[in-house]
């Protein structure tokens, strides 16, 4: 991979000063497909959980080669973690994940995004709705005290094609639910309101289909327990392809819901988890 070397005094000259430099703490293949990295934090980084930020290398030209990253960590953790695609024949992920604790990677400071509390009006019940690496946000959202303050239960739902790539959000919602400090900063008997709801699609599992569809169809509420969803009590976070964006959009607002912002809370918001 390129290294983002320290500037001695040799090599002052040739090497840029990358200030936005961080650090790799950790990596974990999850699939050939997926990974995850945890990266030290700048002293400055204020961000809301569930908001992105740009990171990346340098590029073979000398210059970063940068792309939108959801933070998946809180914004209480002392580093930061993201969860990531491995595009064989991508610019940056097919060098990104090659990674190892030690080396460097580029960070621009500058947190942004829409799936976050302050674009949402207060609701009862909290759907985050995800396909593949769109669950990053929620790995964030999930760890976030705010969200059991704000509502009485969460719902996380997590479809992909394959089995073996529910793996990294499984292991983190069973994680959350046996975190002890996470239990004495939000209070004993947060982890009784998530309600985790994993679904594939090309692979045999216990739940199969779309989620649109098992919304559609109803068979989510009727697993769940739950008469429906509904503007007064419901709020919802989406992040996954466009094509999939757009579909849950349409049956969001079918069930009156309208898309907020943070200029412009309202009933739920969306995010891209990928362009193309
Ligand atoms: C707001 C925002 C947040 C993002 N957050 C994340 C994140 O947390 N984790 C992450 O892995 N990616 C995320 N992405 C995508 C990321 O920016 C890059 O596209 C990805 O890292 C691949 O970079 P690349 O240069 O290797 O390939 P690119 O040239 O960027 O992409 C090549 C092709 O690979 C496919 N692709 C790209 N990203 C994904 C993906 N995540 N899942 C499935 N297919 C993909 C698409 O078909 C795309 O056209 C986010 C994108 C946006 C817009
Ligand atoms: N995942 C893999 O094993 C794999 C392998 C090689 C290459 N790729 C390529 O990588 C890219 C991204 O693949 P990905 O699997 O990460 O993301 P993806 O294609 O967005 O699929 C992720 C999950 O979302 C579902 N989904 C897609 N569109 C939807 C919609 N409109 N409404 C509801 N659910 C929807 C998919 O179901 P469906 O299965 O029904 O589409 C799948 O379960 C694709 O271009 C793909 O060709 C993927």
Redesign the pocket.
């Known amino acids: 991979m390129t290294e983002l070397r320290p500037v001695t005094e040799a090599a002052a000259v040739k090497v840029p000063t990358l200030p936005d430099a961080q650090t790799v703490t950790h990596v974990r293949h999850w699939t050939d ?2 990974f995850s990295f945890r990266v030290t934090r700048p002293a400055s980084l204020r961000f809301r959980s569930g908001e ?1 930020v740009m990171i990346g290398l340098l590029g073979d030209n000398g210059k970063p ?1 940068l ?4 933070i ?1 960590s809180p914004s209480w953790d002392e580093e930061l973690e ?6 064989q ?6 060098k ?1 994940q090659h990674i190892e604790p030690g080396d460097q990677i580029i960070l621009r400071p500058k947190p942004v ?1 829409t799936l976050v509390h302050d674009a949402l009006l207060p609701g009862k019940r909290i759907w985050f709705f995800a396909t ?3 669950f ?2 929620f790995a964030s959202l999930l760890r976030e005290p705010q969200t059991y303050e704000d509502y009485d239960e969460v719902i996380i739902t997590h479809t992909c094609r394959e089995v073996a790539e529910l793996d990294y959000g499984r292991q983190l919602v069973d994680a959350i639910r046996q975190d002890e400090m996470l239990a004495e900063l939000i209070g004993a008997g947060f982890a009784d309101k998530i309600r985790y709801y994993p679904t594939t699609t090309r692979e045999e599992s216990p739940r199969m289909g779309r989620i649109t569809e098992l919304l559609q169809d109803g068979t989510v509420f009727r697993d769940l327990g739950i008469d429906g969803i509904r503007p007064k009590t419901d709020r919802a976070m989406v ?1 996954g ?1 466009l094509a999939f964006n757009h579909d849950i959009k349409a049956i969001l607002e079918g069930f009156g819901l309208r898309e907020g912002a943070n200029s412009d809370p309202r009933e739920f918001v969306v ?6």
């Open positions: 497909r997926l992105f080669l792309r939108a990253y959801s998946a993201f969860y990531s695609i491995k595009v024949d991508g610019p940056l992920t097919s990104l995004g593949g690496t769109g990053a946000p992040c392809s995010e891209k988890a990928f362009v193309g």
